[in-house]
């Protein structure tokens, strides 16, 4: 599976975004995916993720203001974010995966896309 993340910008706080993430391949449908971010200087940090069935987890962080969803037809995955805060900024990736007990820890994924910015300023 390849992935190609989109969608970052600059945006003040209190904004709004919606990343994208375009798979290749026929098995997008069975993979769990995630997007994960890194902000500098530390380590990348679960987000969201989404599983085929349709059962979606996020981080407390962002409960209430990020949407994962998916759209297995055109095998792409979004995140929908909304009052976004300065410490939302950081790289974002998407992620995919087929390990449901570890779906927090980035290590298990074994796909990745290649990251895309997103600045929120105050």
């Known amino acids: 599976v390849q992935l190609q993340a989109s969608g970052g910008g600059l945006v003040q706080a209190g904004g709004s975004l919606r990343l994208s993430c375009a798979a290749s391949g026929r098995t997008f449908s069975t993979y769990i995916m995630a997007w994960f971010r890194q902000a500098p200087g530390k380590e990348r940090e679960f987000v969201a993720s989404?599983?085929?069935?349709?059962?979606?987890f996020y981080a407390d962080s962002v409960k209430g203001r990020y949407t994962i969803s998916r759209d297995n037809a055109k095998n792409t995955l979004y995140l929908q974010m909304i009052s976004l805060k300065p410490e939302d900024t950081a790289v974002y990736y998407c992620?995919?995966?087929?390990?449901?007990?570890?779906?927090?820890?980035?290590?298990?994924?074994?796909?990745w896309g290649q990251g895309t910015q997103v600045t929120v300023s105050s």
């Open positions: 989404s599983w085929s069935v349709g059962t979606t």
């Open positions: 992620a995919a995966g087929q390990s449901v007990a570890y779906y927090r820890d980035y290590a298990r994924y074994d796909f």
